[in-house]
């Protein structure tokens, strides 16, 4: 069985960083692809980037681009989101997601058939 676990959300002022770790178990050898995806209160899920198992494949959202980095550590199972330049909009409780694939398409943006971890807090407040 899948099973996904966040940790690193906190508080922090509007233009400064946190990296959100993803660590991931269950999978047995099959190609998958995992990522982030975010709510924000009163808001739908949305997600905002997808990394391939091998890396190879990657993709963000325009609302993170340029500011947000997906990058995996496979010895340790674990999927990073190092987020730069925060702004107060990024407050949202952020989740890990994974699902079977090979490319980070248009697709990884459903929220259908993905296993989901539970969630971690980022407030971007003074």
């Known amino acids: 069985q899948v099973h996904l676990v966040e940790s690193g959300g906190g508080l922090v002022q509007p233009g400064g960083s946190l990296r959100l770790s993803c660590t991931a178990s269950g999978f047995t050898g099959h190609e998958y692809l995992i990522g982030w995806f975010r709510q924000a209160p009163g808001k739908e899920r949305e997600g905002i980037t997808c990394i391939s198992k091998s890396g190879s494949s990657n993709s963000y959202d325009h609302s993170v681009q340029g500011r947000f980095t997906v990058s995996r550590d496979d010895a340790k199972n674990t999927v990073y989101l190092q987020m730069n330049s925060l702004e107060p909009e990024d407050t949202a409780v952020y989740y890990c997601?994974?699902?079977?694939?090979?490319?980070?398409?248009?697709?990884?943006?459903?929220?259908?058939?993905?296993?989901w971890g539970q969630g971690t807090q980022v407030t971007v407040s003074l």
């Open positions: 997601a994974a699902e079977s694939g090979w490319i980070c398409g248009t697709s990884w943006y459903n929220l259908e058939n993905k296993y």
